[in-house]
């Protein structure tokens, strides 16, 4: 069965710091495109960044770009999202999401959310 679970997530105040990672179960990061979204409830759901494990290339959504770092750890299977200088509007449930193949393609499967909150 393919799962994957996102986990890091928690309190932390304006400015800064929280890794979140994306764990994979049921199959490989190998050859995938593996994203992070956020959900704010009556919002739409924003991608934040997404990560090709066949090159390495990665995208990032313009307000958080300078400021989140997504990685790749085959080995490890897991997929990680560090967050630096945190601000209140990155409030959100994040989750992990993962395609066969590249980002662009669109993801096929998703994991359950984290909740990140960023006092102010």
């Known amino acids: 069965e393919v799962q994957l679970q996102a986990s890091g997530g928690g309190l932390v105040q304006d400015g800064g710091s929280l890794r979140l990672s994306c764990a994979a179960s049921?199959?490989?990061?190998?050859?995938?495109?593996v994203g992070w979204f956020r959900q704010v409830p009556g919002k739409e759901r924003e991608g934040v960044s997404c990560?090709?494990?066949?090159?390495?290339?990665?995208t990032y959504a313009d307000s958080v770009k300078g400021r989140f770092t997504i990685s790749i750890d085959i080995a490890k299977n897991t997929v990680y999202l560090q967050m630096s200088s945190l601000k209140p509007e990155d409030t959100a449930v994040y989750l992990c999401?993962?395609?066969?193949?590249?980002?662009?393609?669109?993801?096929?499967?998703w994991g359950k959310g984290t909740q990140v909150t960023v006092s102010s």
């Open positions: 049921g199959f490989i990061f190998d050859d995938y495109g």
């Open positions: 990560i090709n494990s066949s090159d390495g290339s990665t």
């Open positions: 999401a993962a395609v066969s193949g590249l980002c662009e393609d669109g993801m096929d499967y």
